[in-house]
């Protein structure tokens, strides 16, 4: 599959429903406003797609 389903907000209900749609094999493009929050997800997601670092950002 390869469907984008992005995410703005990797909290507590965001990152669940990230790692959810990351197990069903989509592409997560995220945004998070607390860098810390945005890496951490970025470090312990499983990333099957080509250039993981494109699909996160974090200011």
């Known amino acids: 599959m390869n469907t984008n389903v992005g995410l703005i907000g990797l909290g507590a209900m965001g990152n669940g429903m990230a790692r959810s749609l990351l197990r069903a094999v989509y592409n997560v493009p995220a945004f998070d406003v607390r860098p810390e929050i945005a890496q951490a997800f ?11 670092s494109s699909w996160l950002q974090a200011t």
């Open 42 to 52: 970025a470090k312990t997601a499983v990333w099957l797609g080509p250039h993981r």
